[in-house]
């Protein structure tokens, strides 16, 4: 089937659904992702430009992104655990960082997530699931955001703390730096 889309590119083939695109201009079909798709430069630029916590942060923080949270996260997770760490994320490329109540709220939305987290993961060779070394990095890097980049939570239930945040403050990065840094990581990873 084919679809007119008025533009001067002509019709859209949407025999895998509607496609979206990509920092690299390329099409990506969400709801049919395949690894040939899956492009690690678009990865790294879109999570560079997509901001933490919906965007509430600190007035003194201009811009914390996913990709940043990615590079952090693969620093501090045991050896053999870093590619995944970096990777844990990368769905949130194609269909954005949606905060936690809006993710449980949204049963498409975690389904979705997992369909393409499930063929990052293939692609990359990594876990089918999520390994709790990588589990617990990630949530010793919110505990250290919730300190070092999002405001004093006035009446925000974050729950007990489980564990302890890193003892090293975030500088948080500005988009272009999170993806270099990001492509960089990955560079060294693989």
Not at 58 to 72: G, K
Request: proline share 7%; glycine share 6%.
């Amino acid at each position: 089937m084919k679809y007119d889309t008025g533009d001067l590119r002509g019709a859209v083939d949407l025999k895998r659904g509607f496609n979206q695109g990509t920092a690299s201009g390329l099409p990506f079909w969400s709801l049919d992702p395949r690894p040939e798709d899956i492009r690690i430069e678009d990865i790294a630029a879109q999570l560079a430009r997509i901001c933490r916590f919906g965007g509430a942060l600190r007035d003194d923080v201009e811009h914390y992104s996913v990709a940043q949270h990615s590079v952090l996260v693969s620093h501090h997770v045991p050896h053999g655990f870093e590619l995944e760490a970096l990777l844990h994320d990368a769905a949130e490329a194609y269909i954005g960082d949606h905060i936690k109540p809006i993710k449980h709220a949204l049963p498409d939305v975690q389904h979705l997530e997992a369909l393409i987290d499930n063929v990052i993961r293939d692609k990359y060779n990594l876990p089918v699931h999520i390994s709790p070394e990588v589990k617990k990095a990630d949530y010793e890097a919110v505990l250290t955001e919730r300190r070092d980049v999002v405001p004093e939570p006035r009446g925000v239930d974050w729950g007990v703390a489980k564990a302890e945040p890193w003892p090293e403050r975030i500088i948080p990065w500005d988009a272009s730096t999170a993806r270099f840094m990001f492509l960089r990581r990955f560079k060294e990873l693989t």
